[in-house]
């Protein structure tokens, strides 16, 4: 792994309705690392990623991409940025073939290029014969692996994915967690933001946990064992959110469910 830093977060903070979702978060990551970003629901993991993106404006302090200030209104370093989001408008009326070209194009590969690029890479994912169906009749998974294609058909030095494997059966998981293992290993740097454990914790150089607007674990899945002295992620993240109630939980719901019967 290089020395170079891609990604470097001072200080952010974000405010929303006068709350704090994020509040001081501090990250350095250095080229080809593969960051397992994670945190319960409403933790602000997507907030960050759309802070980096620059789709969420109005917060405080500093994000550097590939070194530049994204606050200096130059949009340069998005050509070299993958983006998986966690909800996606795909243009339903349109097709893949014409979808994908788009976004290429956008990325500034040529029409041709983006075609049949998108064409090989649709194949891989068992989708060669939709490429000119509608995204609209499209399942869950389909959309997922077209907005897969999308993130990465420009090959970027920097791959935000945002929930990336929702939707997708059992051998699609494998298929994806095997290529963002290769690109990773061909230096790409990925911010992987999910609360989905098993998978981070399998494919994650560096896990990054984030609970109550801060970070409060940020090392390898052993450090992280180490430190909270617990056997799996999931086992880990609850011990350091301070989450200890899910069999009350459930209780409560279970009786609920079954009150009268
Ligand atoms: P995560 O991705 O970790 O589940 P989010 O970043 O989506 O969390 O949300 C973090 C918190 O910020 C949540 O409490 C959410 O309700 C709030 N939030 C996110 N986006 C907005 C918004 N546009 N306006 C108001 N509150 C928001
Ligand atoms: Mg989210």
Do not use: W
Not at 10 to 33: F, P, S, T
Not at 197 to 217: F, G, H, P, Q, T
Not at 243 to 254: E, K, L, T
């Amino acid at each position: 792994m290089s020395t170079e830093e891609v990604l470097s977060i001072q200080d952010l903070r974000m405010k929303y309705d006068g709350r704090y979702v994020l509040n001081g978060i501090d990250l350095h990551v250095r080229r080809g690392e593969m960051i397992g970003y994670i945190g319960p629901n409403g933790a602000g993991k997507s907030t960050t990623v759309k802070i980096m993106l620059g789709l969420v404006e109005g917060y405080t302090g500093t994000v550097r991409i590939f070194g530049q200030d994204i606050a200096d209104g130059s949009v340069e370093y998005k050509r070299r940025i993958g983006y998986v989001p966690e909800v996606a408008e795909l243009y339903d009326q349109l097709t893949p073939a014409e979808y994908l070209t788009f976004t290429g194009e956008l990325y500034g590969l040529s029409y041709e290029e983006a075609y049949e690029k998108a064409e090989r890479l649709m194949e891989c994912f068992d989708l060669g014969k939709v490429y000119h169906s509608r995204i609209a009749t499209f399942s869950k998974g389909m959309r997922q692996k077209v907005l897969l294609i999308s993130s990465l058909l420009h090959d970027p030095d920097l791959l935000f994915l945002d929930e990336p494997l929702s939707g997708l059966d059992a051998n699609s998981v494998m298929v994806v967690k095997e290529i963002l293992a290769k690109l990773s290993a061909a230096g790409t740097t990925i911010f992987y933001s999910s609360h989905i454990m098993d998978v981070v914790e399998k494919i994650s150089s560096r896990i990054v946990l984030l609970a109550d607007s801060r970070v409060v674990a940020d090392g390898t899945f052993k450090e992280l064992q180490q430190q909270s002295q617990e056997g799996s992620l999931e086992e880990v993240f609850n011990q350091l959110t301070g989450f200890h109630n899910h069999g009350a939980i459930a209780d409560r719901f279970v009786s609920i469910i079954r009150e009268g019967s």
